[in-house]
């Protein structure tokens, strides 16, 4: 199975694993099940780290779709806006150094110095 380049650096855990979908696709809410299945992470396991989200406020619910509640990442929690500084260094170093690009120049994620949320379509404009 391929993985993020962010997975690769930081460690496929499923924390990091719940962590880089909510931050990839911060643009839309997701119910926990999807969550579970689309950051292959045990649903079991992803309502153990829910209980350290929802407390930390990594996670805000956004809506109830019949049964089902909503939830994105809380892009308005400090944290959060560190984590996806974090995550998006990380993932820009490793594709330097992948390159061969002299790291000497700062790359600043452009939504960084804008509103969140940040995505991956951020880096593809």
């Not at 019949?66 to 490793?94: C, D, P």
Request: charged fraction near 30%; avoid cysteine; aromatic fraction near 12%.
């Amino acid at each position: 199975m391929k993985t993020s380049v962010f997975l690769q650096e930081d460690g496929d855990t499923p924390k990091n694993r719940v962590w880089s979908f909510l931050i990839v696709h911060s643009e839309y809410d997701y119910s926990m099940k999807d969550i579970a299945r689309f950051s292959k992470v045990g649903y079991t396991t992803l309502k153990e780290l829910w209980k350290e989200f929802r407390e930390k406020k990594i996670i805000i619910m956004t809506r109830e779709v019949g049964k089902a509640k909503m939830y994105k990442l809380n892009t308005e929690n400090l944290v959060v806006q560190r984590f996806i500084e974090y995550y998006w260094a990380v993932v820009s170093a490793a594709v330097k150094r992948e390159n061969g690009v002299d790291g000497k120049k700062e790359y600043v994620h452009s939504s960084l110095s804008q509103d969140l949320p940040v995505s991956a379509t951020h880096f593809l404009s």
